[in-house]
């Protein structure tokens, strides 16, 4: 099988070959930590943490870094406002951030570079550039990329550059400006940026680097001078990406990047997420509300992700009924009474089968909605199986269980469901005394006690199943 990926900069599907075999090196742009990120982001570090899940279970040693902005224009203006430095006003969106990549499975990356942690390599960055006549000093102490000296600059958007304004500049880093003219490098210290603690010394005077220069320096410096891949939003294709290439390629002389992908925009209720429509919804939200953290995940990850995304809380309902399935799946499997003079089942063959399809369908484009389809058909068809066989042997039930652990490797839905689901001793004692009592009770009849214990196991997400074996109880959000 061979992992294909659509690749922004060729406009089409190819076959992933690394730069070096077996290894691959992963660069992608992280939030930018000025305020919270919503889950409008998130869909995108999800798709990131597919990435990486599926390149590791593919067997390549990976080394992923993905950065933190912490200076930029945003950030500046959000902490002025504030009256506070850039580092105490992004040090808790950081954290949270962080925090809620662990809620919802992402896995911890190699590292989360910071702008401010990297001003000295940056500047030497930019000597270079100037040394080599693709970048020049304006009086006003910054400093510009000259488009001019790069002949292929507008390769990844496509942009034909005969129709740009030579000489003209790009005075901020907004990332919805589409302005395909030179830009800054390093922009000279104002009033605010000192004020903020956004300016240091340079051989241009003091200022601070361009936004766009960032990510350029910390990507080469932590994963060499071409990337395998470089992930981020298709908000961020062009400037953003487009600037990288330019800076990049020009400093080292080595191409930058083999494999662009970039993650469609999500959706909420219909519309495009806007500060207008005060429809911003942050991942700490939904988990307040008291939505599942897995439910979360599986709505993210539900369609492919150069598609489109609705979210909405009828949708992630229907992700927590989904997550529960997949929980009772598990826990049939695990507590099944198994009998080794079972007559043979077909579960060898849809354990094998399916992850064959499982893999292929992931390495497809990492085509989550596929994978995730897969997944929920093999739950019906061994569901079914177990239904008419009754009892299989040892060894078919755990060819099974495996398959299905393995394929929540990559999507990480048991694995986050689970965690959040943790019940302590006491809880569990609790509930476990609850049961004994509501025994009592339905024994002596006294049927409305019996439903009283189970609407207070309810409130607390506890849902009772009576069977001939006795009551089992499961927690569910």
Sequence with gaps: MTLKVYNTA???LQEFVPLREGEVRVYACGPTIYNHAHIGNFRTFLFFDLV???????????????????????????????????????????DTFLADCVSLGVWTVDSYPRATMHIEQMVEFIERLVDKGHAYSAEDGAVYFSIESFPEYGKLKGIDTSTLIAGSRVEHDEYDKEDARDFALWKAATEEDE????????????????????????????????????LGGED????????????SECATGHPFVRYWMHVKHLFVEGRKMSKSLGNFIRVRELLEEGYDPAAIRHLLISSHYRGELNFTRAGL??????????????????????????????LPGLAEKVVLDFRSTMDDDFNSAGALGVLFGFVTKVNAELDAKGRVSTSDRDLALGALRSMDTVLGLLEVAQASRVIDDDLSSWVERMIEERAQARASKDFARADEIREELSAKNIVLEDSAEGTRWKVVN
């Design 52 to 94: 990486h899940r599926h390149l590791e279970y593919s067997g390549y040693g990976v080394q992923f870094v993905m950065n933190l902005t912490d200076v930029d224009d945003k950030v500046i203006q959000a902490a002025h406002e504030a009256g506070s430095t850039i580092e105490e006003h992004t040090k808790p969106f950081g």
């Design 236 to 247: 961020l294709v062009f400037p953003h990406h487009e600037n990288e290439i330019a800076q």
């Design 10 to 12: 060729a406009r089409s």
């Design 317 to 346: 309902k229907a992700s927590g009924v989904a997550v529960q399935r997949l929980m009772d799946f598990e826990a049939r499997l695990s507590q099944l009474e198994t009998a080794d003079d079972a007559e043979e089942s077909a």
């Design 195 to 230: 004020e903020v603690g956004a300016a240091w010394d340079s051989p241009w005077g003091r200022g601070r680097p361009g936004w766009h220069l960032e990510c350029s320096v910390m990507s080469t410096m932590q994963l060499g001078d071409t990337l395998d891949m470089h």
